[in-house]
């Protein structure tokens, strides 16, 4: 049990550049724009600055900042990381595409419990639709060698589930309101937690409860995973969504003993103590925050 996690498939997409485009809905989505360069990495390599700057997008979200500026934090986080990965994070499998409905996990963003496999994919390609057709369970995606980097990312992900690759690809996108919504509600709990043990001794029972049930809100989630024949007999877990993979690396730091996430006293956003006296998130917000008493 030392080293549960020692094994992962955790590699994702991303692309140099997005946009953000209004749809027929009248929604904005966040898109890859037209000429970007792909790139895949491991999102375990990047796993606390990944939770941190996650965080800290919800915490602009919190404090109702202007729009533009969390669009701003938002395209900078899809830059680094790429997008979350919703379409493969809201089934009951990311395999969906091999079904002839959706079955969904409880969420707020999708009220029907099922939906045909491509009205539910039609969610995520508002502008147009992968050259992808279905006849009950058999389906077939053609993907065009026109673009090199939709092409090349389909094949480095070929062993994947297609939802998975199918969400690379340029006219994949998601809308403002439900990227706001996954930040806001990691930002929640995260405030949730650390006023809890801020006000513990000080606090009245009664704020005390608010804070643990918002920390009880907060849906986890267990990464999928396989054995796989290495040395030895090994446990392969799987990330499909970059959004879960988040979520779940976002539970483990929120309860790891060593560098607890925090928050600024001056700027207020989170970061990650060195020490469990830490106040501030840099010099610069310590002299500021001087400067102000």
């Known amino acids: 049990m030392k080293n549960l996690f020692e094994h992962t498939n955790a590699f994702w ?36 600055q990944l939770v941190l700057d996650a965080v800290n997008v919800g915490r602009l979200v919190m404090q109702k900042s202007p729009e533009k500026k969390i669009k701003d934090a938002i395209y900078r986080f899809a830059c680094n990381y ?11 499998t990311p395999d969906f595409v091999e079904y002839e409905k959706v079955y969904l996990l409880k969420n707020q963003f999708i009220r029907q419990e099922t939906m045909d496999t491509l009205a539910y994919m039609k969610l995520f ?7 992808f057709h279905k006849r009950g369970i058999e389906s077939i995606w053609n993907v065009s060698g026109e673009d090199r980097a939709e092409a090349a990312l389909s ?6 589930p297609r939802a998975m690759a199918m ?16 930040f806001k509600d990691l930002a929640f709990t995260f405030m949730s937690t650390f006023m809890y043990y801020e006000d513990r001794d000080t606090g009245d029972k009664r704020t005390l409860e608010l804070y643990r049930r918002g920390l009880a ?23 499909h969504s970059l959004m879960l993979a988040m979520k779940f690396l ?10 607890p996430m925090s ?30 008493s």
């Open 167 to 182: 969400s690379f690809m340029r006219n994949y996108g998601k809308p403002y309101e439900w990227l706001t919504e996954v």
């Open 82 to 92: 790429g997008l979350l990965g919703m379409m493969t994070a809201l089934p009951t």
């Open 250 to 259: 976002f539970s483990v730091k929120l309860t790891a003993e060593k560098n």
């Open 125 to 131: 390609f508002p502008f147009r639709m992968p050259d």
């Open 217 to 239: 809100c907060f849906e986890g989630n267990t990464p999928t995973y396989h054995l796989s024949l290495q040395d030895r007999p090994v446990i392969v877990w799987d990330y």
């Open 155 to 160: 094949m480095t992900f070929r062993n994947d």
């Open 263 to 292: 928050l600024c006293e001056h700027c207020r956003m989170a970061f990650y103590a060195p020490r469990a006296d830490s106040r501030f998130c840099s010099a610069e917000c310590r002299n500021k925050a001087s400067k102000k």
């Open 13 to 48: 997409a991303k692309y140099a550049a997005y946009e953000w485009r209004v749809a027929a809905d009248s929604k904005e989505y966040l898109l890859p724009t037209k000429n970007a360069e792909a790139a895949v990495y491991n999102i375990m390599k990047v796993a606390d």
